[in-house]
């Protein structure tokens, strides 16, 4: 039976938190839900942060097949959640029942995925750089490398994805699979859903035998978390949300007497190119699909398309026509809390009324609490580059389309850009020469290059990167999706001339795959 007490989860135990805490909201009503939640304190933070210390070593040098059936435990209980997670997650959130399932499919899949990760071993990097006690003028000494996790990580849940960037997300399943214990904050719109998730964690850290101090879940405030990146026994944040909680959080790690990374990802608006051959030959379909990914599930995704470039002419002027007939179909939506859609209220009204920009089209009013219509402005180049707000995230279902006169304007514009998780291009075979000139503008500045799709939808798979320059994340080097995420919470060692019993047991397991003397065996 799934049960939602409003404690916190520390130490495979629950229990009240030090402060009184929240009730959360169904969007779609603005009515309150039971249990009350409380917040944990600051005494709450270091007892789980020493817990996950204690059991940080163990975590880490546990076997990878342990580690590995530990994932896929922890994707059965999920699983096992049934219904129950779905109708208090449709509650909390406003999400449809077909979304959020699709969400969770996505989140155990994760898991499991990192589970075979974990297994087939590739991720230790394991290298070996045998000993040349004859090589002149000096012997090599035996040189052994390997990757260990960093330590315990704060993971702090997203809004928008209460189950995939939340209490096991990709970045609690990148951590575990590293061998880090993990505490996270969890996200305020949505915590019964978490705690239900954080109870599924806990009975598969029984089920698997392992230090119960690898998992906590800790509800909060700001305050809550600012104390938790501050504790000198976490050593690595994951976090997904705004730019201005991404910095905060990335000022209080950086203050700390032993500074740590944190590797946000925040606000990116992720530009679309059409090029002029697929706008004269596709374009309605290019409209519909454009607004189909616009207005998905309100346009709360860290991918929405909210920037779009085209060149002038009549075929712009048509795409305009069926963008404004494709958005008039849509209707408002409730939005995740009353302070996103507040926010998102003050973004269009702020764009709505700039001198520089013409509302193009808004979608249908809605019946629900905390909704309001899609939107998609005009402006054109010269206009949008004079003012930086223009191209600021309005997160929701809002976009500007920008006009330009060539397409030596749309080059200016991309190398004009702040960095961005995605980039899109719309093209069709006469504008291979135009997107080979915008191909290294926009490596320089994303993460991920799309051609004839959309950016909304992210796949969790070995080559996808969702990650970008600054600000769409703290670290371009990084994923926050993908089984390279796990690289975030791992660090290199090196261990030279130690006798073979006190070597590390993969250093000594010759069935992983190794580079011997810069040769891949396995």
């Not at 309605?284 to 470039?309: H, K, M, W």
């Not at 961005?420 to 991920?448: C, F, K, M, S």
Request: net charge negative; glycine share 10%.
């Amino acid at each position: 039976m799934a049960t939602i007490t409003g404690e916190i989860l520390v130490g495979g135990e629950a229990a009240s938190g030090g402060l009184p805490g929240i009730r959360a909201t169904n969007p779609k009503t603005g009515a309150p839900l039971e249990p009350a939640f409380s917040f944990a304190d600051e005494a709450d933070v270091d007892r789980a942060a020493r817990l996950a210390w204690s059991a940080f070593d163990a975590f880490r040098e546990s076997d990878l097949e342990t580690r590995a059936h530990f994932l896929e435990g922890v994707a059965a209980a999920i699983d096992d959640l049934g219904d129950a997670l779905i109708e208090r997650a449709e509650a909390e959130t406003g999400l449809s029942r077909r979304r959020l399932g699709i969400e969770r499919d996505r989140t155990t899949n994760q898991l499991r995925l990192f589970a075979k990760v974990v297994r087939a071993g590739e991720w230790l990097d394991l290298r070996i750089d045998p000993p040349l006690p004859d090589r002149t003028p000096f012997p090599r000494p035996d040189i052994r490398l390997r990757q260990i996790g960093v330590g315990p990580v704060a993971v702090f849940g997203a809004s928008n994805f209460p189950l995939a960037f939340s209490v096991a997300g990709g970045d609690t399943a990148a951590a575990f699979a590293a061998g880090c214990p993990v505490i996270v904050k969890g996200h305020p719109a949505h915590p019964g859903t978490g705690e239900l998730v954080g109870r599924a964690i806990q009975r598969a850290v029984a089920d698997a035998g392992l230090p119960a101090g690898i998992f906590a879940l800790l509800n909060g405030a700001v305050e809550t978390g600012t104390a938790l990146v501050r504790h000198p026994m976490i050593k690595s944040v994951g976090f997904t949300g705004s730019r201005g909680a991404g910095l905060a959080l990335m000022s209080v790690a950086a203050a700390r007497p032993e500074p740590i990374p944190v590797h946000a990802e925040m606000s990116s608006i992720n530009p679309v190119f059409i090029l002029p051959a697929a706008l004269a030959e596709r374009t309605e379909a290019i409209a519909r699909s454009f607004v189909d990914s616009l207005a998905l599930d309100s346009g709360q995704y860290c991918t929405n398309p909210g920037l779009v470039y085209a060149v002038e002419g009549p075929e712009l002027e048509a795409f305009l026509s069926h963008v404004e007939a494709a958005l008039a179909l849509k209707h408002a939506e409730a939005m995740l809390t009353p302070g996103i859609h507040a926010a998102f209220d003050k973004g269009v009204d702020a764009l709505a009324s700039h001198p520089d920009v013409q509302v193009l089209a808004r979608g249908r009013d809605g019946t629900d609490a905390n909704a309001t219509a899609p939107a998609v402005f005009l402006t054109d180049a010269t206009r949008f580059e004079a003012d930086e707000a223009l191209g600021h995230e309005v997160f929701g279902a809002s976009s500007m389309i920008v006009r330009c006169e060539t397409i030596e304007a749309m080059l200016e514009a991309a190398e004009r850009m702040e960095g961005q998780l995605t980039a899109t291009l719309q093209l069709d075979a006469d504008d291979i020469d135009a997107a080979r000139r915008l191909l290294p503008i926009l490596e320089r500045r994303v993460g991920r290059i799309l051609a004839n799709g959309w950016p909304t939808g992210v796949e969790v798979s070995h080559a996808m990167v969702h990650g970008g320059p600054y600000p769409a994340t703290a670290d371009s080097r990084f994923t926050s999706v993908g089984t390279l995420s796990i690289r975030r919470f791992l660090r290199p060692i090196s261990y030279q001339n130690l006798p073979a019993e006190l070597l590390p047991a993969p250093l000594r397991d010759e069935t992983l795959p190794a580079l011997i003397d810069g040769v891949r065996r396995g």
